[in-house]
């Protein structure tokens, strides 16, 4: 069983940056692709990006694209997601996941593990 924990998390301007981290336990990362999904209030959970087991393919949504960065360092079993020139549309509750491949993990019926979440908020 793999628990993921997600932070770095916080309050930002718009335009800012945050770096978020997810480190697993219990089970070895390079095991599983690895993605994030976000969840604003009052909607549902969405994809944002995910990279393959070695890291050497990544999926983004459009929202992501050009602005977010995932990358992966197996040894520390911690995954990332740089995230810069933040808008306020971008504030959600982000988690990170864990499942099979990148592109498995697009959905949500694709994940099999999944991280607590870390509030990120962006102010105009």
């Known amino acids: 069983q793999v628990q993921l924990v997600a932070s770095g998390g916080g309050l930002v301007q718009a335009g800012g940056s945050l770096r978020l981290s997810c480190a697993a336990s219990?089970?070895?990362?390079?095991?599983?692709?690895m993605g994030w999904f976000r969840q604003a209030p009052g909607k549902e959970r969405e994809f944002v990006t995910a990279v393959a087991k070695k890291g050497d393919f990544t999926i983004s949504a459009d929202s992501a694209k050009g602005r977010f960065t995932i990358s992966r360092d197996n040894a520390k079993n911690t995954v990332y997601l740089q995230m810069n020139s933040l808008k306020p549309e971008d504030t959600a509750v982000y988690y990170c996941?864990?499942?099979?491949?990148?592109?498995?993990?697009?959905?949500?019926?694709?994940?099999?593990?999944w991280g607590q979440g870390t509030q990120v908020t962006v102010s105009s």
């Open positions: 219990g089970g070895t990362v390079s095991s599983y692709a």
């Open positions: 996941a864990a499942g099979n491949s990148a592109s498995s993990i697009t959905a949500m019926e694709g994940v099999d593990y």
